[in-house]
């Protein structure tokens, strides 16, 4: 019998546990990296942590490379969540996580509200780094790609609000949304972070 989950769900974390949202261009990335440097955290990166399964010699890795470089496909719901749980049963319950990428679609909210806390964890802090269309658009045609073009770069800002949109009101909703001004310097943006922080 695996005790794993057994010993987790009886124990309570009490670290931080951050989810931080935006677009493209927000900065979220850069702000959960500087967040896990200073309290260190574990920065649980989606993009990050699918390339990384995708390069694993396991049942599991090989689908997700065959969807991810094979296919040119996204990879399943059930498959990524799996990736994600597996990620956050090796953090340490004394270590706190910043979550970049995840929750931003509604699947995800209830399935990290029905098993975050059989992992003995809870979200401290739900953050929104909002940035207008404009700006967004602004910072992303400075960074782009070669192979961007504003129209790509739209539709996958489209994209993102049409998925994030609920997300974030039903986190309004419930009065646990942090909005903050990402239209502002990289240091800006951590110090009105940090002011919700009390440890």
């Avoid at 009065?175 to 240091?187: A, F, M, P, R, V």
Wanted: charged share 30%.
């Amino acid at each position: 019998m695996d005790t794993t989950s057994t010993s987790a769900s009886s124990e309570q974390s009490s670290a931080l546990h951050i989810i931080i949202l935006g677009p493209q261009g927000s900065g979220k990335g850069t702000q959960a990296e500087v967040l896990a440097q200073k309290y260190n955290l574990f920065h649980l990166e989606t993009g990050k942590l699918m390339r990384a399964a995708a390069q694993e010699e396991s049942d599991l890795g090989r689908q997700v490379n065959e969807y991810i470089n094979v296919k040119g496909e996204l990879v399943p719901f059930d498959i990524v969540m799996e990736i994600f749980r597996r990620e956050v049963e090796r953090v340490p319950l004394t270590q706190g996580i910043v979550f970049d990428g995840t929750p931003r679609r509604m699947p995800e909210v209830a399935y990290w509200d029905k098993e975050l806390p059989k992992l003995g964890r809870r979200f401290t802090h739900i953050f929104s780094l909002s940035l207008s269309e404009e700006k967004t658009m602004e910072r992303l045609m400075l960074r782009k790609r070669e192979d961007d073009t504003e129209e790509t770069i739209r539709k996958r800002l489209d994209e993102y609000y049409r998925q994030t949109a609920p997300v974030l009101a039903h986190y309004k909703e419930a009065g646990e949304l942090i909005e903050i001004n990402g239209d502002q310097s990289i240091e800006e943006v951590f110090r009105d972070l940090e002011k919700h922080f009390q440890v």
